[in-house]
């Protein structure tokens, strides 16, 4: 499994979540919404140190990762995570590993 970030992404992170290089985010499954992936179910997003990551990409100095509780989520896709540019809001999608 893998997390695939676009440039429009990094940008947003940047903006929107002020992340600087040496920080953290985290995807993770929380309860509620639903997803392609799980009804009753959505990725949130947030900065934070792991505690146990098992999926991690660095661009441009910024670990983005997920938690081994949350890998289950994925069902064995990677994240792909892209912007909306209409409503500047983050998009994923999940595409089979």
């Not at 440039?7 to 992340?19: S, V």
């Not at 100095?61 to 209409?86: A, C, M, P, Q, T």
Request: hydrophobic share 35%; aromatic share 16%; glycine share 6%.
């Amino acid at each position: 499994m893998k997390i695939a970030i676009s440039d429009d992404a990094i940008n947003w992170f940047r903006n929107e979540m002020e992340a600087k290089s040496g920080e953290y985010i985290k995807f993770f499954a929380r309860y509620g919404g639903s997803s392609p992936l799980h009804d009753g179910f959505s990725l949130g997003v947030t900065k934070e140190h792991p505690d146990e990551s098992v999926v991690e990409t660095i661009i441009e100095g910024i670990h983005f990762y997920i938690e081994r509780r949350d890998y289950w989520f994925f069902d064995e896709h990677d994240l792909h995570v892209n912007v909306d540019s209409k409503i500047n809001e983050l998009v994923y999608s999940y595409k089979k590993a």
